[in-house]
């Protein structure tokens, strides 16, 4: 039920089509550039997008808020995406972190690269830039230093219910910060990560230079069994909030769920072609990046419209679990 949950509200729920595979009872979605179309695009950036954050706190949901609920098959979600090129030996150029808002774009940071947040009431998110930690702040819609952090940093994730936030610099220390952002502590247990990621009970993921998976629970490491060895790319991506206590991962062109306790399982997808960033966080509307581009996919606008027919067929065997999801309320999530 978990993998058809997954299937059904998360990964690229754009134009999609079911082939038959070995397997009767097993259904994979095969992701084709038919997924992308122009209609879905919210914003067209003049980089290649690598990160986007969907924050699930109160930048995105208001709990007491009625005045933005007028219309709510039209997403106003807020957005946070980073945009890069590629040099030659495949690192990452910067070319700003910034905010997205009713398809206004605004660059908050040069040197951002990367943002996380928490699934609390809170109104901010916090950045991972060249030179220390930023926090958003919604009012002034800019970022600001945030703690006395000055290292250049790739990525960040964010502990929910603590001040805890996991940082990684670009020559690959992980710093587990508290205190505000004015306390840093090397955790040595973790090597030759590449990128950090939170599931919903603050088991820390990454993957790492030989494109390994591994979890951090509690003080042990566990690497993630069940993946393809010698892989030659590996994504590891904010989990739809369905997934409590696992992380999906794309391994080359397959799409796999990692568990904290140090399983792994398929999912039922196969890229053709990869997004360049993904945002499933919010589970019933999801944001992907492909060439340059930030596509958005509600699923019960996809589900209730002649829009993305093929996907449509998909997603109809499935209604009673989206309206399962559906029905639950960011409540049920904190619960
Ligand atoms: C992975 O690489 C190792 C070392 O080159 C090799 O021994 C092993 O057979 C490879 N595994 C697969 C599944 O290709
Ligand atoms: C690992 O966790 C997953 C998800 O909770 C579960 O489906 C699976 O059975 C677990 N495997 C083991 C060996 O405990
Ligand atoms: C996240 O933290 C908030 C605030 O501390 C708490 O109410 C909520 O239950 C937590 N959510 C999860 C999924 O643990």
New binding site residues.
Partial sequence: MKLLLFFTASLLAGLAYSAPTSNDDDETLVVTADFFPESLAVYTAEHDIVKLLVPLNALNFEDDADEEEESSSDSDALVFFVQADKNENGGLVDQGLFVLKNGQATKLLDHGRDAAA????TKTAYFAANDGIYAYNAKDNKAEKYGTVNDDLISIAKV??SDVLYVLTADQVVYKVTEEGTKKEVLNKIVNAKELILD?QNNLYYYTNDNKVYVLVGDEVKQISGLPENASSVNIINPPFVIENGVPVIVDNKAYVAYENGTSELAGFDFQIKPTAYAMEATLIQFYAYEKKVYEYNILTILFSELLSELKSYLEDKTDDIQAIATRSRSD???
């Fill in positions: 928490a699934n609390d009431d929910n219910g919903y999530l904190r619960a």
